[in-house]
Every structure is written in structure tokens, then in C-alpha cells.
């Protein structure tokens, strides 16, 4: 069995948001634009670090674990669609300074840990729908939802049954 798995340091979105944001999905997209995302796996990637060893693993998580910054909240007011990944998105137009503070020391201790990193810049998103690479109207505006972040967290992105689950493996908080 290979000790290596796929992994991810993500935002989790409380259960009230995952629920807010499904129940509005439904409305605003019809089901043949894409495949929804299940509640429970709506995250937003702070960084993403593909197949990893249990060793980096340690020292990545050691990495975590010292830092130190304060949490942060953010609006959710931005919709957009990817069609070469086939993605559609939810985001926010002023991406609070703590959060892309805590992607770029999370995307450069994976770096520097052997983690390949893409060199396009960080672009905060909550992915909805996937499969989604046909044309898409994109509903003009979305309600608005606050979302703050306490804590960020390292997932595993486990592939069963013909479906992809995110299972949380540790969590930190963000200071106050
Ligand atoms: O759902 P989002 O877009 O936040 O797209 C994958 C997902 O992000 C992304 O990692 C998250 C958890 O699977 N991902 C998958 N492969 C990737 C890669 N090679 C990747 N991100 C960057 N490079």
C-alpha cells in the first residue's frame, strides 16, 4: 500500500454556509450545467500539495502548527466560471489581507518542501459545479453571505466508489 496520499490545506465552510449555499445553488443553476459539489466537501484551497509522503506530511503539518496570524472574514459577492477546467465559483472581490497572507505562506512552505506549485496566482474560490464547459450564464450577483475564517485545515482528497471525498486529517486555529 502506498504511504503517499493527496492532499490539500483548505477553509472549511461552517455547516450553516454549506447549507445556505446549496439550498441557493439550486436555484441559480439549472441541473445541466455542471456537477454539483457535495455539501460537505464545499472548501475553499489555500494550497494545494498533490501526493504526499508521511514524512513530508509531519513536516508540513510541524509547518502549520507554528502559524501565527489572526483570523479573518470575508464577503462572499463573486460568481464566476472556468470553462477550460469546467469550474464554477464562488469568491470575493476584496480578498481580506489574512487570507492571502496565509495562502502564500502555505504555498511556499509546501514549495520549499518539494511540493510542486502552480505558478499561476492564487485566486480564492469555492468551486460549486464541476463538469461545467459549456457556456454558463452566471446569475449577476449572489446573497452576500459573510464567511469568517477561525481556523484552516489539511484534508486528504480520497477517490472511492466512483466519488471524490475530502476527509479533514487536522485543524489549527487562526489567533485573535
Ligand atoms: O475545488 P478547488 O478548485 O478548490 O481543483 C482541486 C481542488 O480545488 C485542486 O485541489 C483541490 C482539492 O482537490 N487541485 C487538484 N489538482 C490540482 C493541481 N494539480 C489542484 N490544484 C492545483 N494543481
Redesign the pocket.
Known amino acids: 500500500m502506498s504511504s503517499s496520499r493527496?492532499l490539500?490545506f483548505?477553509l472549511t465552510l461552517p455547516d450553516a454556509l454549506q447549507q445556505q449555499v446549496i439550498r441557493w445553488r439550486a436555484e441559480a443553476f439549472a441541473p445541466e450545467v455542471g456537477r454539483p459539489?457535495a455539501a460537505a466537501n464545499l472548501?475553499?484551497?489555500l494550497a494545494?500539495l498533490?501526493d504526499v509522503s508521511a514524512q513530508k506530511e509531519s513536516a508540513l503539518k510541524k509547518l502549520a502548527g507554528r502559524i501565527s496570524q489572526p483570523g479573518f472574514s470575508m464577503v462572499l459577492d463573486d460568481l464566476g466560471h472556468w470553462p477550460r477546467?469546467g469550474?464554477v465559483?464562488l469568491g470575493t472581490r476584496r480578498a481580506p489581507r489574512g487570507l492571502l497572507q496565509l495562502a502564500e505562506l502555505l504555498r511556499s512552505q509546501a514549495a520549499r518542501s518539494g511540493c510542486y506549485q502552480?505558478p499561476m496566482p492564487f485566486h480564492p474560490?469555492?468551486?460549486l459545479l464541476r463538469s461545467a464547459t459549456q457556456p454558463v450564464a452566471v446569475p449577476p450577483a449572489t446573497p452576500g453571505w459573510n464567511f469568517s475564517a477561525d481556523e484552516f485545515a489539511l484534508?486528504q482528497?480520497v477517490f472511492e466508489n466512483g466519488r471524490?471525498r475530502?476527509q479533514m486529517l487536522d485543524q489549527w486555529s487562526l489567533t485573535h
Open positions: 493527496r490539500f483548505a459539489v472548501h475553499l484551497t494545494f498533490g477546467p469550474v465559483w502552480s474560490h469555492i468551486t484534508y482528497s471524490t475530502y
